[in-house]
């Protein structure tokens, strides 16, 4: 990520030119982006407490032991919403995702007011994709009714693994049978959902590995996620690392992977995501795209597009800190115009997770750039065989998906040339 400077959160709409002339003058000036048109806006809402820190997890999340302010940080998360309308007046919402930390430790009557809060605020979308995150070791089934009545039509759930040592291993609050009873409970209540699940974990086999995949197919889920375990910086296993498969074993699982998920009918659309025909996170989609998202709560960033300039946001990480700076009329901790260097390269990082690539155009509309910016990277890539390119489309071959950091990286050099 870029680095970013402290600023706030201003009460006026975020894009300075207003008058016919500014526009123009503006246009004029070299470094000066100018977008046709806006790209589609998501939401992103931040739980940040859980039930227990997870050994591996690098995400915002602090355990919620003596339990958490539910009314407060609704209360806070509403302020957030009415303090952010100005960057968006006129936009609609097309997909909103409710992450953590454990959204599901939040009650059915919590749910409910944020759903109503965030409705009676924001335009949202007719067929708006609206997905929560959930631990299997939260769910009750009266309680994810009232979710799905109160408008959650997509759960995340958080599976990790179906194999019980494993399950101990990574430190989460459910067994097996529990992971079993959660997927249930979503077949009985929801007809779109996602399954959460890592392999090469602390001494896993291949034979066990698809078992996991093998087991959750078996749900016939429209949404598979399957990450690889990193001993991410920060964490308890970065400091007491756990013996994990290697390259070469982990190399075999995501063999697996692909051709067990291939053969349940599941596309490869995305670095770390499966789906059934017609079935992908539209959500994530919108980030691989380059699309907007405003995000709420503690810790949570946003990416926002204007006519001649795109900005990064991040608010207040700590719970405590975030909710005192509501307070205070400012939750927005660092915000940061991205810089024309810079928007080559952050396309490029998330577009070509995507394994069909994307369209030609996508580049011009979402960055206000050319592709001349960009041009020669694409060549050089295209010549190690990283990248495959026509007058329609541009993506990785497979050779750039199994070598995609080094793909990535080519085009960080084009910044300082844009």
């Known amino acids: 990520m870029i680095p970013i400077k402290p600023v706030g959160m201003g009460s006026k709409p975020a894009d300075p030119i207003s008058t016919p002339a500014q526009a123009a003058n503006a246009y004029l000036k070299p470094g000066v982006l100018n977008l046709t048109a806006l790209p589609p806006l998501s939401l992103y809402v931040h739980f940040p407490w859980c039930v227990k820190k997870c050994p591996y997890c690098d995400f915002n999340s602090h355990e919620a032991s003596g339990g958490f302010p539910e009314t407060e940080y609704l209360d806070a998360l509403r302020a957030d919403l009415e303090g952010a309308l100005p960057l968006i007046w006129g936009r609609k919402i097309y997909t909103i995702f409710i992450g953590g930390g454990t959204p599901s430790l939040l009650s059915a009557a919590g749910l409910d007011r944020l759903m109503s809060d965030i ?148 596309r490869h659309y995305e670095v770390s995501a499966y789906a059934q025909p017609g079935r992908q996170a539209r959500h994530n989609l919108n980030y691989w795209e380059f699309g907007d998202y405003l995000g709420i709560g503690a810790g949570a960033h946003s990416k926002l597009s204007f006519p001649h300039r795109v900005m990064r946001q991040a608010r207040y990480k700590q719970p405590k800190s975030y909710l005192e700076h509501i307070r205070m009329g400012n939750p927005v901790q660092e915000e940061v115009e991205i810089g024309r260097g810079e928007l080559g390269f952050e396309f490029m990082l998330n577009a070509l997770r995507l394994t069909n690539g994307f369209e030609v155009n996508l580049f011009a509309e979402r960055t206000g750039l050319t592709l001349n910016a960009v041009d020669k990277t694409l060549n050089a890539a295209e010549a190690k065989g990283l990248l495959y390119r026509d007058h329609k489309i541009i993506k990785p071959t497979e050779l750039g998906q199994r070598f995609l950091n080094d793909l990535q990286q080519m085009f960080l050099s084009e910044q300082a040339i844009i």
């Open 119 to 266: 409705r009676s605020l924001l335009p949202l979308d007719g067929a708006a994709e609206i997905t929560m995150e959930a631990n299997p070791g939260t769910f009750e089934s009266d309680k994810f009714k009232s979710y799905r009545i109160s408008g959650i039509n997509r759960l995340s759930i958080g599976i990790q693994s179906f194999n019980p040592r494993h399950l101990q291993a990574l430190g989460r609050i459910h067994d097996g049978n529990e992971a079993r009873k959660a997927v249930d409970i979503a077949l009985a209540n929801f007809d779109n959902f996602n399954l959460d699940l890592m392999y090469a974990l602390p001494s896993q086999t291949l034979d066990e590995a698809r078992q996991d995949v093998a087991t959750a197919i078996g749900f016939a889920p429209p949404h598979l996620s399957l990450y690889h375990l990193t001993l991410e910086p920060n964490t308890y296993f970065a400091k007491y690392p756990p013996a994990i498969p290697d390259d070469d074993a982990s190399a075999d699982m995501q063999d697996m992977i692909a051709a067990e998920t291939n053969a349940a009918g599941y």
